[in-house]
């Protein structure tokens, strides 16, 4: 089955910053990567998505790029403020199956400070 | 308008013991999933209902973990003589549509198991 591999574990940034993280994924026939966000005890909400016929996609301050070939994503926030700290989660899902059943990376704990 | 929302919001129940789980989808959202959320294992497939279709099963971890959704609206998870490692958040999340529309998540039942 697929397996979602996501760097760094935890990130920490000054506000204004820019942030990057990574994700890697196993199965070539996966064709739908979203990104989530999580604050404390909350559920993960989506923040952008991407499928595998677009090489980049952007939406303000947010952008994720998708390299097929290599089998990697990643998610790029731009001029970063506080409350974009929270645990971020990259995903996948393959061709065939629901979009919405998704396999997870491990997240990432991204801290901004002020 | 209304999120999924999930019920209750916080479970503590002592080994060996049933316990179920609610989940209303949003309104019109013809699929509808379960997730599981641990430390160790992160945000995990559970099952997966479409309309009147065969639910995907794929990702329950054992016979003691069962789902159904009446009516296609409103879903209940079931877990049978619970064990420690049973422990999670459980969430729930809807779609629209399974083959392009990405998934909303509740913020979650957190289960402990005493």
């Known amino acids: 089955g697929e397996n979602v591999e996501q760097h760094p574990s935890t990130l920490s940034v000054q506000e204004g910053d820019s942030a990057v993280i990574k994700c890697t994924y196993s199965?070539?026939?996966?064709?739908?990567f979203p990104w989530y966000k999580q604050e404390l005890g909350k559920g993960p909400q989506l923040i952008i998505d991407?499928?595998?016929?677009?090489g980049e996609k952007k939406d303000q301050r947010i952008a994720v790029t998708l390299n097929k070939t290599a089998k990697h994503f990643s998610l790029h926030i731009t001029e970063t403020q506080p409350e974009d700290s929270a645990v971020y989660f990259c995903a996948a899902s393959g061709a065939g199956t629901s979009y919405g059943k998704l396999t997870f990376g491990q997240g990432t704990i991204l801290t901004v400070h002020p | 308008g209304a999120g999924v929302s999930q019920s209750p919001s916080n479970k503590v129940t002592e080994k060996g013991k049933d316990v179920e789980l609610r989940c209303d989808p949003i309104?019109?959202?013809?699929?509808l999933y379960w997730y599981r959320q641990s430390l160790g294992q992160g945000l995990e497939f559970l099952i997966y209902?479409?309309?009147?279709?065969?639910?995907?099963k794929s990702g329950l971890p054992s016979d003691r973990f069962s789902a159904e959704r009446t009516g296609g609206s409103v879903s209940t998870l079931t877990i049978q003589r619970t064990q420690q490692e049973d422990s999670a958040v459980y969430l729930c999340?809807?779609?629209?549509?399974?083959?392009?529309?990405?998934?909303?998540f509740g913020n979650g039942t957190r289960l402990t198991v005493t």
């Open positions: 999340a809807s779609s629209s549509n399974p083959s392009g529309s990405p998934l909303h």
């Open positions: 199965d070539s026939a996966s064709n739908y």
């Open positions: 309104s019109g959202h013809t699929a």
């Open positions: 991407i499928r595998s016929n677009v």
């Open positions: 209902f479409q309309g009147n279709s065969a639910p995907d």
